[in-house]
C-alpha cells in the first residue's frame, strides 16, 4: 500500500518546477523534510554556488519545456540526461531531483506558471517550496525560514510550528535569525523593479495640491485624529467599533485560502500585478470598514457594493476615496497613491459632484494612509495626510490592534449622510423612507400636528436609546429631526437588538499555562485575544449585558455562563467570484452574565 504523495516545489523566473513522489508505506513526512534540508548548504558560499547551479538548471530545464510547447506532459525524472540530472561544484555534489531515495518511488516533474494545488487524485499531498527568486522555504506554500538561512538538522522539525493565527509557520521559540520575514531584500532579489517610478505628472500634483508650505520632501505628516479634527482619545462607543473591526479582520484573515493570498502578496512588484482573488480581499476589508457595523442574524445581508474588484477606485462613501495598491512604506510610491487619489477626486468635481471635504485611502492591505482633502475658497483642492500605518497585524502578533486599523475606524465613525438608507438596505426597510407610516389616529386625507418635529432633542435621544436599529429606521421615517437622531444611534456597532458601547476584558483564568494549550488546539487554533472581543453592550430595553464575539472556551471561564449563542453573517466580506468566502461564513457570538460573587456565610448567625 502506498503512502503519502511529496512535492518538492522550486519556483524559479516565475515558473514552478514541481517533482513529486509517492512515499513508501511507513515513510514519514518528517524523513523526507530532513532529507530536503541535507540538500541545502548552510555555508555562506557554498549556499551561493548551489543556489547559481540551481537556477543555471532549471534554466536549461526552461528552455526543453519552451520548445516542448506549454502542453508538455509531466515527465518521468529518470528519463532525463544523466548529464543534466547531476550538477557538481567545488567537491559540492547538487543532486537534482530525480534523487535515488530508497524511500521514494519513481519521481515525475512538472513545469507550470501557477502553483501547484491539492489535487484530488493526491489527497495526501505534503508540499514543500524552495523560492529561488525570493530565498524562501515554504511548507504547504506558507512561509516558514529564509532559504539562505536554514536550521540545522537538530532544530528543523521543532521550529516548524504554526502563527498566532492556526497556520503553518515558524514556531515561537524560533530564533529571530531563522524566521521568515517578507524583507525587501528577498523581493529585491529578484524583482529590482518592484516600485513603479512614478510620472512627473504625479509628482507636480502631489507638490500643488500640498497644503503645506514646506517642499514635498521635508513635509511633515499629520496625525489622524489632527487630520480628522477629532478629539485625542476616541469616545466608548468609537472603541467598541474599533475592537469590533480587530475582531472581524482577524476571523477574516484566519482561513488559509486568504492567509495564504496574503503572504503572495508580499512578492507582488506592483499594483498592476495584484491577482484578482487578492483585489477582492482588499475590497472585502474596506466594505467591513466602512459599511455600518449592524449585523443581524434573521437574515443575511446582500453584499454592498463600492466598486468594481478591477475598478482603480472604491467609493464606500460618498465623500471617501479608496485607491488598493502595494509598498506604501516607500515614500514614492505612497505619495504617488495620494496623487492619484487626488486626481480622481477632481474628476468628481468636474463631474457635478460638489462636496467640501473629502478623505481618501491609500490602501495596501498591510499599510495604509488617510488623506484629507478640501477645497478652497478659489477653488483649488489642498491636502495633507498621515504617514504609512500598519494595518494588518503581524502573524505572529499578540495584540489584535494596529495603528492603521484605528485610523481607519475613526474615519469611517464620521458622520455618514446615507448611513439611514444602508442599514434600511439591510432590514429591507428602504420602502419607509419613500413611503412613511402615517401616525396613529391620523384620519386619511388629514394633516396633523407631528409632536416629534417640536420635542426637545433630549427627549428625541431617549427614545432613541430604546430602539434596535429596525426601530430606528422607521423612527428616522418620521420626520427630519427624528432621521437626525437616529442617524446618530445608527453610527454605533450592533448585532442583532444589541448595542454595543464600551470594549470589555473578561477576567483571565488563573492557569494560563493550560489555558493557552487548550486554546491552540481545534477549532480555536492560535491566540484567541487576535479575533474574539467581549463588549458591554445595551439590549432594547436598555438592559445592560456582556456580549462575546467570536468562537471561544467559555468554560475556562469559570465566573461566566453563557446565556445564548448566536452567528451573525459576514457575506459582505466575501466574493465568490474569485473564491474569497469566509469558514465558517458567520461570527458567532455569546451574550453572557458574570455571576453573582458568594457570599460567605455570617458565622455569628
Same mark, same amino acid.
Given at each position: ?23 513508501? *508505506?511507513?515513510? *514519514? ?48 525524472? *529518470? ?41 484530488? $487524485? ?10 529561488? $527568486? ?126 495564504? #493570498? ?56 460618498? $465623500? ?227 456580549? #462575546? ?57
Amino acid at each position: 500500500m502506498a503512502g503519502s504523495w511529496v512535492y518538492k516545489i522550486y519556483k524559479h523566473a516565475g515558473h514552478y518546477f514541481a517533482y513529486y513522489r509517492q512515499c513508501d *508505506e511507513g515513510t *514519514e513526512v518528517n524523513n523526507v523534510r530532513l532529507d530536503l534540508l541535507q540538500s541545502i548548504p548552510t555555508d555562506p558560499v557554498a549556499f551561493s554556488e548551489w543556489l547559481q547551479a540551481r537556477r543555471a538548471h532549471l534554466d536549461s530545464r526552461l528552455e526543453q519545456w519552451n520548445l516542448g510547447g506549454e502542453a508538455v506532459a509531466p515527465v518521468q525524472v *529518470e528519463q532525463v540526461p544523466e548529464s543534466e540530472v547531476l550538477l557538481e561544484t567545488e567537491g559540492h555534489d547538487l543532486q537534482d531531483d530525480a534523487s535515488d531515495d530508497s524511500n521514494s518511488s519513481v519521481e515525475f516533474e512538472d513545469i507550470t506558471l501557477e502553483a501547484p494545488t491539492r489535487d484530488s $487524485d493526491m489527497p495526501s499531498l505534503c508540499m514543500h517550496e524552495l523560492d529561488l $527568486d525570493t530565498l524562501v522555504f515554504s511548507i504547504e506554500r506558507f512561509p516558514v525560514f529564509g532559504l539562505d538561512h536554514m536550521p540545522s538538522e537538530d532544530n528543523f522539525l521543532d521550529w516548524i510550528g504554526k502563527n498566532h493565527y492556526g497556520a503553518l509557520g515558524y514556531s515561537d521559540d524560533t530564533p529571530i535569525e531563522y524566521r521568515y520575514t517578507s524583507s525587501p531584500k528577498w523581493i529585491e532579489s529578484c524583482q529590482p523593479q518592484r516600485l513603479v517610478e512614478p510620472d512627473s505628472s504625479l509628482r507636480e500634483t502631489y507638490a500643488r495640491c500640498s497644503s503645506t508650505s514646506e517642499s514635498p520632501s521635508s513635509a511633515s505628516h499629520l496625525l489622524v485624529h489632527e487630520l480628522l479634527s477629532l478629539s485625542p482619545r476616541p469616545s466608548l462607543t468609537e472603541r467598541a467599533r474599533e475592537h469590533l473591526l480587530e475582531v472581524l479582520v482577524g476571523h477574516a484573515i484566519r482561513p488559509e485560502h486568504i492567509s495564504l #493570498h496574503l503572504h503572495q502578496l508580499t512578492t507582488v512588484p506592483d499594483r498592476n500585478h495584484i491577482p484578482n482573488a487578492t483585489h477582492a480581499i482588499a475590497s472585502g476589508f474596506i466594505r467591513l470598514i466602512f459599511e455600518p457595523m449592524v449585523f443581524h442574524t434573521a437574515s443575511p445581508p446582500a453584499p454592498p457594493t463600492c466598486g468594481r474588484v478591477d475598478s482603480d477606485f472604491l467609493w464606500p462613501r460618498d $465623500d471617501v476615496c479608496v485607491r488598493v495598491c502595494t509598498h506604501l512604506c516607500d515614500v514614492e510610491n505612497l505619495r504617488t497613491a495620494v496623487a492619484q487619489i487626488i486626481l480622481e477626486i477632481e474628476s468628481s468635481f468636474s463631474r457635478g459632484v460638489n462636496i467640501a471635504r473629502y478623505y481618501g485611502v491609500a490602501f495596501s492591505i498591510f499599510h495604509c494612509a488617510v488623506i484629507r482633502i478640501a477645497k478652497t475658497d478659489n477653488g483649488e483642492l489642498r491636502f495633507r495626510h498621515t504617514p504609512a500605518l500598519q494595518f494588518l497585524p503581524s502573524w505572529y502578533a499578540t495584540s489584535p490592534s494596529t495603528p492603521g486599523i484605528s485610523a481607519l475606524a475613526r474615519l469611517s465613525y464620521l458622520p455618514d449622510a446615507s448611513i439611514v438608507e444602508k442599514v434600511a438596505r439591510i432590514y429591507k426597510l428602504s420602502f419607509l423612507l419613500r413611503h412613511p407610516i402615517p401616525l396613529i389616529g391620523t384620519p386619511p386625507g388629514r394633516q396633523t400636528r407631528n409632536l416629534l418635529a417640536e420635542a426637545p432633542s433630549e427627549i428625541l435621544q431617549e427614545i432613541a436609546d430604546y430602539l434596535p436599529p429596525a426601530h430606528l429606521i422607521k423612527f428616522a421615517s418620521i420626520c427630519p429631526r427624528t432621521r437626525i437622531t437616529a442617524a446618530k444611534m445608527l453610527r454605533a456597532p450592533s448585532i442583532d437588538d444589541y448595542r454595543l458601547i464600551a470594549p470589555f476584558q473578561l477576567p483571565l483564568p488563573g492557569d494560563m499555562s493550560t489555558f493557552n494549550a487548550y486554546v491552540q488546539s481545534y477549532p480555536w487554533k492560535g491566540y484567541i485575544s487576535l479575533f474574539t472581543g467581549c463588549f458591554k453592550a445595551l439590549s432594547s430595553h436598555n438592559n445592560a449585558t456582556l456580549m #462575546h464575539v467570536g468562537q471561544i472556551p467559555l468554560r475556562h471561564w469559570s465566573t461566566t455562563t453563557t446565556v445564548a449563542t448566536h452567528g451573525i453573517n459576514l457575506s459582505s466580506f466575501e466574493d465568490r467570484r474569485y473564491g474569497i468566502r469566509l469558514e465558517p461564513p458567520h461570527l458567532l457570538y455569546h451574550v453572557i452574565k458574570l455571576r453573582e460573587p458568594e457570599v460567605p456565610p455570617d458565622r455569628n448567625q
